[in-house]
DNA sequence: ATTGAGCGTGAGAGCGCTCTCACGGAGGAT
DNA sequence: ATCCTCCGTGAGAGCGCTCTCACGCTCAAT
């Protein structure tokens, strides 16, 4: 058992105390406090010094034991490791996020299970009520999380489509029309060999810019070719591997569109050892448009995505269902643009 | 005011319940669920049947309103923006710091204060005792968050020297020894021009680093040279900026050493731009090994340090110092290593 | 047999807060 | 003058839990 310390630390002022100093009751302090409106003018003066004085601070457990509402949210990332290190994605998001609470006296919890048996301790966690409402991100096919948290009977709000699950409020961004927009940008260029390396089957990011890269080579007349597209897991190591299955199985690849920046950044190397020159014999184009981008030569023309917007509107989307009582499930769609640099300069000159 | 909306969730069975259904008291109930070995195996395992019939999750609010704590550490994080979107450095503490959690039922609530009026918010969220103990990161020179804190009594760690304030437990790398290590590996390289971009001078990464430098150019015999000194935001840009004003007056440079990678990438991108080749004219030495380095070309030799291992130390002395009735502060280094690579091939071949 | 120690269990207080309800007084309508 | 309404305030219950204390039982020591 640990060893019960807190005696020693100071202890705060209770409204107990500030009603007494004040010369009225405890609910009087507390109306004064929550800002209530039906306080007389003398009264909610007094309080406001005494609470001053004695430097009082409502304690947070006494509040959400009655209110059952524990005034903070959770971000849940449910990452298998890998990508939190390296992609600049979270950080971006994370900031979004918070930056969307500011205005709310909530309290963000970040959550990152990473085994299964981590999940199942936050699925408890979670489950239990301990937090007002939560924001789950990077959700691949099978997390289990949607369902028990819907069970539960918690609002939540999901970042990136959901493929499968509850219903829910969801916030993702244009990911068909931004592959779509860099697969044209591609062609316009003059390429016509234009493979893709995608991200995985089991996340919406990966099928919806796998969508995307299709309907812009339909669109030009072109069919689907299985041999110019295959997968990777999003890092920079997987869109390496995944360069050489491409380059192996189909050597007259003109252009590559990959799914993410860190996987374009790896194909580039590979085409580099290849002996590949990028733009002129291959051109490629990334998706995130991260800080990473500016690093790499030539740079990577990419798909910005609104990240930070992202964050800031699914904080949005969940405090809208906190505070209403029919939780409106609906999803929030954000544009994408396509970023063009050196890396996918086009053959003919227009 | 805001809409209650929790009557209409479900709440959870409580311990009254649950000692009703298992046929015992409140107390009883209460000593199985937490661990006491003064009950009878007979009447545990009823209890345990009557928890899993149930679901029964003990209510957070109520049992800290009583123990006085909350079951939950905070770990602020005091950046400016900047850093946070692009540094991995960020993603992989946290990585560190929850890792080391796992073993014990606390949770973790990332704050990340901006502006001075979110480190005010902060500093009030955290005196109030609403976490049982804090990890800083990040600190600058003239944050008031340590002092706050310290004089709320509550259990700290600091991740990195702290500059001044208040005694108190961190954890920080050998910035000195790693700096050292790579401006020594320069000179060994038969350069004779080593300049350095430091770190913020309001941080301890950045007067260590520095220091560093310097010393390991005493221990060769070299006097500290300003003309060869500069200081950046360990930022992208900053590097680039810093290496154009070490160009403009030592033309003559033939190695630098960054503080950072991302001054690393930001001063090679502006080595290229004036015509010099990297490693044969200057070579180019970073500190962190973050995943860019291998992105860059020539790939940039880096001076790898523990960042998991750190945040996971911290962790580890915060739990230490929220279980022992005694805070022991004291200080925890690791140590560095230097990474070779590409960009700062030596001249003369050994 | 008698005492006492020790152990498992229950009763009950109380953590600090919110919220309902009742109450008294002011002020308008009759 | 009487009634009613409304408004500011206080009393008090109770949220779900932990923890102290007391009780009764068993079993060893006398």
Request: charged content about 20%; aromatic content about 4%.
């Amino acid at each position: 058992m640990a060893v019960p310390n807190s005696q020693s630390r100071p202890r705060s002022a209770t409204l107990e105390e500030v009603a007494r100093l004040a010369g009225v009751s405890r609910a009087t302090v507390s109306r004064v406090v929550n800002g209530s409106p039906r306080v007389s003018g003398s009264v909610r003066h007094s309080v406001v010094n005494a609470v001053e004085e004695l430097g009082y601070v409502p304690n947070r457990a006494a509040r959400s034991l009655v209110t059952r509402r524990s005034g903070s949210i959770a971000v849940v990332i449910t990452e298998p490791s890998g990508r939190l290190f390296s992609d600049p994605f979270f950080p971006r998001l994370l900031r979004g996020i918070s930056g969307g609470l500011s205005a709310r006296d909530l309290q963000l919890v970040l959550l990152m299970p990473e085994s299964p048996a981590d999940t199942e301790r936050t699925a408890t966690y979670l489950a239990a009520g301990h937090v007002d409402g939560i924001l789950l991100v990077s959700l691949h096919g099978d997390d289990p999380l949607p369902g028990r948290i819907a069970r539960a009977g918690i609002p939540f709000v999901m970042g990136g489509r959901p493929l499968r699950g509850p219903a829910a409020s969801f916030v993702d961004v244009d990911n068909r029309g931004g592959s779509r927009s860099a697969v044209e940008h591609l062609l316009a260029g003059g390429r016509r060999v234009v493979a893709t390396i995608g991200g995985p089957a089991d996340m919406s990011a990966g099928v919806d810019r796998l969508a995307g890269y299709r309907e812009a080579r339909a669109d030009a007349g072109l069919p689907m070719d299985p041999s110019l597209e295959t997968a990777g897991d999003f890092t920079q190591d997987g869109g390496a591997a995944a360069m050489e299955r491409l380059l192996a199985g189909r050597p007259d690849i003109d252009a590559v569109f990959a799914a993410s920046d860190l996987m374009a950044a790896g194909a580039m190397a590979v085409l580099e050892a290849a002996g590949r020159r990028v733009p002129q014999d291959v051109a490629v184009v990334g998706y995130d448009d991260s800080p990473v981008v500016t690093t790499l030569r030539p740079q990577l023309t990419s798909v910005r995505q609104p990240i930070e917007e992202m964050g800031h509107e699914m904080t949005r989307l969940l405090i809208e269902a906190l505070d209403g009582a029919h939780p409106v499930q609906r999803p929030v769609i954000l544009a994408t643009e396509l970023v063009r640099r050196a890396s996918s300069a086009g053959r003919r000159m227009p």
